[in-house]
Antibody, heavy 120, light 107 residues
Framework: EVQLVESGGGLVQPGGSLRLSCAASGFTFSSYWMNWVRQAPGKGLEWVANIKQDGSEKYYVDSVKGRFTISRDNAKNSLYLQMNSLRAEDTAVYYC?????????????WGQGTMVTVSS | DIQMTQSPSTLSASVGDRVTITCRASQSISSWLAWYQQKPGKAPKLLIYKASSLESGVPSRFSGSGSGTEFTLTIGSLQPDDFATYYCQQYDSYPWTFGQGTKVEIK
């Protein structure tokens, strides 16, 4: 079964750090662009970052540039999001999502999400 | 950044109704548009990619059309399982951006 499972969310104080992980199974992880998408409570979807199959290209939304770092380990079939200098507005459910590889940029497989709460 | 604007924000409809949701981009995105369905507490589900291509396993009552700046998602005959929130998303240029969502409610 094709599956993505996120972990690492939790409660963190403003200015703190957190590392999210996403474990992939059931498909050739190294063949796909991968993404992080977030959703603040009661709000819409926001794309956060993505990374190319070999990790050589990475893109970010402006609001997280310089604070978040996306990475992957193809040997471990895993995607990561290192989040530093966290702010209250980063509070959201974070989803990892797979690119379709059919022209790229649409997301055909999503994880169940992990909640990140930034609060003192 | 490309702004995506959906209309309406909320839509009340009955089972069997034909439903149309519109998504407008602030600049041309060719056909680089996807549609998703999201139910409360669940991850989004891809319905349509490249504006009009139906994702595998998605019922044929869902269809997408448009190019450039104006796009539509049509549900041919609304079913009970279709009451949800729908989002469009452009992937023409970074950052990828989503519309604000359209909630389809039971009338």
């Amino acid at each position: 079964e094709v599956q993505l499972v996120e972990s690492g969310g939790g409660l963190v104080q403003p200015g703190g750090s957190l590392r999210l992980s996403c474990a992939a199974s059931g498909f050739t992880f190294s063949s796909y662009w991968m993404n992080w998408v977030r959703q603040a409570p009661g709000k819409g979807l926001e794309w956060v970052a993505n990374i190319k199959q070999d990790g050589s290209e990475k893109y970010y939304v402006d609001s997280v540039k310089g604070r978040f770092t996306i990475s992957r380990d193809n040997a471990k079939n895993s995607l990561y999001l290192q989040m530093n200098s966290l702010r209250a507005e980063d509070t959201a459910v974070y989803y990892c999502a797979r690119d379709t590889n059919r022209g790229g940029g649409a997301f055909d497989i999503w994880g169940q999400g992990t909640m990140v709460t930034v609060s003192s | 950044d490309i702004q995506m604007t959906q209309s309406p924000s909320t839509l009340s409809a009955s089972v069997g109704d034909r439903v149309t949701i519109t998504c407008r981009a602030s600049q041309s995105i060719s056909s680089w548009l996807a549609w998703y369905q999201q139910k409360p507490g669940k991850a989004p589900k891809l319905l349509i990619y490249k504006a009009s291509s139906l994702e595998s396993g998605v019922p044929s009552r869902f269809s997408g059309s448009g190019s450039g700046t104006e796009f539509t998602l049509t549900i041919g005959s609304l079913q009970p399982d279709d009451f949800a929130t729908y989002y469009c998303q452009q992937y023409d240029s970074y950052p990828w951006t989503f519309g604000q969502g359209t909630k389809v409610e039971i009338k």
